[in-house]
């Protein structure tokens, strides 16, 4: 991105880069391993994305905003596939827009992709309706 920077390259060529190249690698697989990620990982992955929003001066939404979108995103196409393997794990409450969380006795558990994708789809501000 600098480099295309001291080439006096168009802003929108960069964040058309930075979208299909970079944002593109770090999304790839982020539902799975986004959780169980150390703080200091996070970190530097927050600062690529700040860095890339001075280069191209543009808006680009924080890893952690993507993590979120990508993770209610799966969990929608979870819950609406009535044979997805993983559908036994996401019951939904009496309301019928959150969903049960699973009980976890250890921070280990916590961290995987159900437990995670559980807590980050009852933090979203999407409201779901599965059966409308």
Known sequence: MRLLNSFYVN???MYLFYTYMIESIVCYNISLWWSSTSESDKKILNRITKQAAKVTQCNITSV????????????KCILLNSTHPLQQYYTSMRSGTRLRAISCRTQRYRK???PNSIYVFNNSDVMFYPYS
């Open 11 to 13: 802003c929108d060529i």
């Open 64 to 75: 952690d905003d993507l993590y979120c979108k990508i993770v209610t995103k799966k969990v």
């Open 112 to 114: 995987y992709i159900i």
